[in-house]
């Protein structure tokens, strides 16, 4: 489980493609020393499972359902990336529960700039918005954000990014048409689950 509060912006150091995977190494120097063999750590929104680990960097397998329904199927060398290491029971819990679990993606639309804060728009998929609420939690490539607006009409659900956010992420360097992931809030999922089954 993860809060969404990215911990780190790594950096993709390599990527080596498989027929049905890829092995992706990191570079993380503050998240690295943390990391050890076996630990979930949240790449861009997607949990990914550290498989090895050096004094600077981790390397993570990505498999083929992962790389097709997620951004991490565009990724390359330098591509930046948002990181954060599963949360722990004995500090604050800031964020918002997020399991890492990409619910599908969106394509971002339009990011404008403000006084102190960036309007970011993100066209989501049309059967994802039942779940997503104004005043709400959302997760955008491993951020968690609160949703501004949701447009029906346009699919399209607006954020305000805060200057630590913009400073702390790779989101602000995103251009229209890039994909990002998105993560809806589980209880929205769970009290449809328990609706369907009344």
Sequence with gaps: MFTGLVQELGVVADIVRAESSAQ?????????????????VSVDGVCLTATAVTADSFTADAMVQTLAVTSLGQIQ???????????????RMGGHIVQGHVDGTGTLVALTPGEQWMKCEVKVDRNLLK???????????????TVGEVHDESS????WLIP?????????TKKPGDLI???????AKYVERMMENK
């Design 181 to 187: 992931n998105i993560e809806v809030d589980v209880l």
């Design 131 to 145: 779940y997503i609420v104004a005043k709400g939690s959302i997760c955008f490539s491993g951020i968690s954000l």
């Design 164 to 172: 630590e956010t913009i400073e702390r992420t790779s989101i602000a």
């Design 24 to 40: 992706i190494s990191i570079k993380a120097p503050s998240l690295a020393p943390q990391i050890k063999t076996g630990d979930s």
């Design 77 to 91: 060398s330098g591509s930046a990336v948002n990181l954060e290491l599963a949360a722990r029971l004995d500090t």
């Design 156 to 159: 399209v659900v607006t954020v």
